[in-house]
């Protein structure tokens, strides 16, 4: 794995951790407020019970936008590496399936990483604003 790659890794691994921390965070926090709610919402709790809706549409349509563009991103790069070492006479036989492999898996870093970064964005947010917000 290369240094970039291994930078990359180790920036989702971070991120994962985090969402693994401030997931059940918000989660629980949301559904103690649904329990104090009660059978009248108020202002409040309507706005931050629609807004619980709305933000995950958001942040997945933000997830897979990025995802789409980072493959197209990774699949012309792929492709232009590709051609490079084909018409390339001084690079033959330095393209290894050992290359080849970095490359997908730098692609695929590439792409998860993307995906990755508006949800946990959002779900960070989340879990420190209703972190100091009281239940009532």
């Known amino acids: 794995m290369t240094s970039r790659s291994a930078r990359k890794a180790t920036s989702i691994a971070a991120k994962s951790a985090q969402l693994a921390l ?3 965070q918000v989660v629980a926090h949301r559904v103690a407020r649904m329990a104090t709610a009660g059978p009248t919402l108020s202002a409040r709790d309507r706005k931050e019970f629609s807004l619980m809706v ?4 958001i942040a997945f349509v933000q997830a897979w936008q990025a995802m789409a563009m980072q493959t197209v991103l990774a699949n012309q790069a792929l492709t232009a590496s590709w051609f490079g070492s084909f018409w390339s006479l001084s690079s033959r036989g330095q393209t290894t399936p050992v290359k080849v492999a970095g490359q997908l898996q730098g692609a695929a870093l590439g792409v998860l990483g993307k ?6 964005r959002k779900v960070v947010a989340n879990a420190r604003r209703l972190a100091r917000t009281p239940l009532r």
């Not at 709305?54 to 549409?57: D, G, L, P």
């Not at 995906?115 to 946990?120: D, E, F, T």
């Open 54 to 57: 709305a933000e995950k549409n």
């Open 115 to 120: 995906g990755l970064a508006p949800v946990h």
């Open 22 to 24: 401030a997931v059940p």
